[in-house]
């Protein structure tokens, strides 16, 4: 650390209400996707970008909203080199909000730990980060370059945000995006997701899932004595309600499906019991009875992961969702190869709905070495490697940027469930550590 400079001079426990305070009213904005008014994104993402520019800046600041409503950032500096700080304000839905222990919508503190959507993923983050560096700006530090904190309102679909930035913004010259895990991120797998779509809408009535990358924790279909039989023989959890049979599953991001439990998944395991599957279905059945991606593993960043997040029966057609994280050593057009030939076997239409490339990065950089150090210094832990994860962060969205934090490893990642949360010691540990990795490389 760098002499001069002590961590305890900042005032963390002092000014956290204030930090508090803000994530409350950014939490209140239900920044789900919404395309159907005038706003890019709805209202709630609309609202969640003006919230956390204002609240940039009552912190000091300086503050920029694009003319699309796409983007906007709160930046200090005046260097020639930037680093980007790259978050997001848009949430995935919360569901069934009687499912929830608390208000979704708002930031309730019980016993030590914050609840509500947004608090790890990523509304937290994002402020956490310009806490951090409000609080060192207040000890009296200096910046030697200009920070920039660009906030993005499409993350969870189709990163347009990050689209529009790039056409009418310069790039940071390198940063970090608070969107993942500490003690930073070293490689993410590619991604390519998919709709399925049965056009003859063959087979019964069933559906589930609320987001395409999320492990859906419920599914239901038309009630039958015969299905529940089949239930209770498999231990699925379930209920009854109206002509309605709803399987309960766990939720879980879909990039760590095996996290969760895919009440879609459980439901159609069930009904092969007692009878055929629809064509859907038994793609479906499939994908997760048979080791069809099993040859897709290396020894960089694992095993391929699939996950089925939505299913829907619409008049005239039945779809599905299905979300892939591939390893370094595969190319996308073998994952989209072989999910053809599968689909075709039940006359099932395949659509490449979008996908990234994977990512790589130096652990020769000194910025890579730093933001390590800064971790390891605060927690003093030492034996946590670099990691090599599923999910997709804003990493990807421009050069030299590192997922980095804000969970901490051993707590639980709650992102895109119900009763999302994070322990207040996590978020204020996750400040001194980005105090501290600010600290070794802008001033």
Known sequence: MKEGFHLENIKIEHEFDVYLESLDRLVSCPSVIDESGDKPFGKGINDALDTVL????????????????MYGYAEVGDSDIMMGVLGHVDVVSVGDVSKWTFDPFKVTLHEGMLYGRGVQDDKGPVLANMFALK??????????HTVRFIFGTDEESQWRCMDSYKKHERLPDYGITPDADFPLVQVEKGTVSFLITDLLNRGEFLEGGVSGNAVPNAARTKHSPELIDALKQKNTPFEVQDDYLIVQGVAAHASTPEQGKNA?????????EIGELSPLEAFIDDLYSYPIFDRFYDNVSGYLTHNIGIVRTEDTLKYATLDIRYPVSFEKFEIVSLVEKYASKHNLKVETKGGLPSIQLSEKSEVFRKLYEAYQEVTGDLKTKPLKIGGATYARAMPNIVAYGMLLPGAPMTMHQVDESISVDDVKTAIKIYATAFDKLVF
């Open 54 to 69: 204002d609240i940039a800046k009552s912190w000091g600041y300086r503050t920029f909203k694009s003319e699309d409503g």
């Open 135 to 144: 609080l060192l700006l207040d000890a009296g530090k200096t910046l030697k």
């Open 264 to 272: 879609i998944v459980k439901l159609i395991q069930a009904k092969k």
